[in-house]
């Protein structure tokens, strides 16, 4: 378990639809055998193809059993809770909650959101101090894996200060003892990730999740649950305004009780498809004033993030922690240098190489596609256009079969190589009679005339069969009924030719095989059936008149027997 990854693939579960592609924003998905695997270069943990994928292949790591075995084991323990608890139990008081946590083992509640509040103030320290124009938010770890890896080039530009959770961590460590193991609960995934990278902070990260099924597994109930104001409070005090940063724009709401410049610009932008948008070619722009970035992978914040159970309205979750945050203040008695909180981001680049044109070109041929006007841009296999499929196929994260018009293609061109090579004469029309495909033995059936029609326009698609042939009829009478089968003899042009019909799909498209019974080769095969069928037919006829016989003759028997033993009674 401790190996995997904190988003990977059940192989087996795969249903081969491409959505997780689709919905990846980094496309960080490789398809080999008909099965989509993350790839861990590529992937920012986002969690996004854990929530879309309608097979459940796509899994988040439980860590739930390492949350529990640290408790099990730990005689002091410290959790930090997410502020977005607040829109995950509304309904449940504050206390309560921090007394289900207490009845779990934790020794400690505290709030992720003291960490917040010191990076706020830190953040809003080192902008004012620094000379660069172009500030970019850290407290997503999602948004960070996006920049190291495909953003290289604005690694610099991320505020050097740990995230919400790892200066909380810090903060907690220092206060009950390095060694006193630290929790994180909350929606985030990619938290995960951030807990496997600082281990000697965070111990594990669990989320929302996991944490309603230790409650259930617990048997917590907190309608159930005696609590009292004054003991189960947060330690070591409740958070102030930094609470509101598990909603799109909180951080910044934040740092403006910091802020007091007035030519900093601050954005916030959440979404990572949104954030590629915004980070896309920044850097080649002289940026002339300061800007301030707050970034967040989950559209609408954090609220929303994949390790959340409650689906209210987004609207409805952000009241919740809005109303929540108007009962706090400022709190900055968090006693941590900000030298403690500095964090040093490195480039990760994604190894993403370059390919020549004729490379695609050679690519994109390989799915049938010879043309720009071949180049469809359906997004049918998840990738947005032909050339980002053709990149894929040059890296061996993607498979021609995934290509839908291609797979049509072969598909047609498989069913046109059958239908060629069936010595008899084959067609099939639609529900008004016009061809949608036939085959050369069918033209060659009906005469020279048509031969030519079929050698100008192979399949004949588009030909009306009432000009076609004078057999047409039955063709209707089928397509009107609904007919599964139908078999009759016909003549065209002095040739007996027998025809079988079926429906394709009923009154929409039916399909015929025709049969010359004058060729030699035919005649002989159907003189053969029709024998075959006259001798099984006579046999039942013989065996019927037999029956009749018996029976007959068993009934005169019967009559003589009674007529002879009368005649013996009278004398």
Request: proline share 4%.
């Amino acid at each position: 378990m401790t190996s995997l990854l904190p988003v990977y693939t059940e192989k087996n579960n795969c249903q081969d639809c491409y959505k997780c592609i689709r919905e990846c924003s980094v496309k960080a998905i490789k398809v080999d055998k008909g099965r989509a695997s993350v790839v861990p270069e590529l992937c920012t943990f986002c969690g996004r193809c854990t929530e879309v994928c309608p097979a459940k292949a796509k899994k988040v790591r439980n860590d739930l059993w390492k949350a529990q075995k640290i408790v099990e084991t730990s005689t002091e323990i410290a959790v930090s809770i997410a502020p977005s608890y607040i829109s995950e139990w509304s309904s449940v008081p504050k206390d309560k909650f921090i007394a289900a946590l207490k009845l779990l083992g934790f020794t400690h509640v505290s709030e992720t959101a003291l960490g917040a509040e010191k990076v706020s103030e830190c953040t809003t320290k080192y902008i004012d101090k620094s000379c660069k124009h172009l500030h970019i938010s850290s407290a997503c770890p999602a948004v960070v894996e996006l920049i190291e890896k495909f953003y290289p080039k604005l690694v610099d530009n991320i505020v050097p200060i740990s995230s919400p959770l790892l200066a909380h961590a810090k903060y907690l460590k220092n206060k009950l003892g390095k060694n006193t193991p630290v929790i994180f609960i909350g929606p985030c995934i990619a938290k995960k990730r951030e807990s496997d990278n600082n281990p000697e902070l965070v111990d594990v990260a669990i989320t929302f999740d996991d944490l309603r099924i230790w409650f259930n597994q617990e048997q917590i109930e907190f309608d159930e649950i005696k609590s009292t104001e004054d003991s189960d409070i947060f330690f070591p005090f409740e958070s102030g305004l930094a609470t509101l940063y598990p909603t799109d724009g909180g951080m910044i709401k934040s740092i403006n009780n910091y802020n007091t410049r007035s030519d900093i610009t601050l954005m916030n932008f959440s979404g990572l498809n949104r954030i590629q948008k915004t980070l896309t070619g920044i850097s080649k722009y002289n940026i002339s004033e300061k800007i301030f970035l707050e970034l967040l992978a989950c559209s609408g914040g954090c609220i929303n993030g994949p390790g959340t159970s409650e689906k209210l309205p987004h609207a409805l979750k952000n009241m919740r922690i809005i109303s929540e945050t108007r009962n706090r203040k400022l709190n900055n008695n968090i006693n941590i240098e900000s030298e403690e909180l500095y964090f040093n981001y490195k480039s990760r680049k994604a190894n993403m190489p370059e390919y020549s044109i004729s490379e695609y070109r050679e690519a994109l041929q390989l799915v049938g596609k010879y043309s720009e006007k071949d180049e469809l841009n359906c997004g049918g296999c998840g990738y947005d256009s032909c050339k980002d499929f053709a990149h894929a196929i040059l890296e061996c994260r993607a498979e021609r079969s995934m290509c839908a018009s291609y797979m049509r293609g072969v598909a047609h061109n498989k069913a046109s190589v059958l239908l060629q090579k069936i010595p008899s004469g084959v067609v099939m029309v639609d529900e008004n009679l016009m061809v949608i495909e036939t085959n050369k033995s069918f033209a060659k059936i009906l005469g020279d005339e048509i031969m030519m029609i079929f050698e100008a326009n192979p399949g004949m698609r588009g030909a009306n069969l009432r000009k076609l042939v004078s057999f047409h009829k039955p063709f209707s009478s089928i397509l009107s009924s609904g007919t599964e089968n139908y078999e009759t003899d016909v003549k065209h042009n002095g040739k007996l030719l027998h025809l079988s019909l079926f429906t394709i799909q009923p009154n929409k498209i039916v399909g015929g095989v025709v049969r010359d019974l004058t060729m030699p080769e035919i005649r002989r095969d159907e003189v053969i059936k029709r024998t075959k069928t006259v001798i099984k037919e006579n046999l039942n006829t013989v065996q019927r008149i037999a029956y009749l016989l018996g029976e007959n003759a068993s009934k005169t028997e019967a009559i003589l027997n009674s007529i002879v033993e009368s005649h013996n009674t009278d004398e």
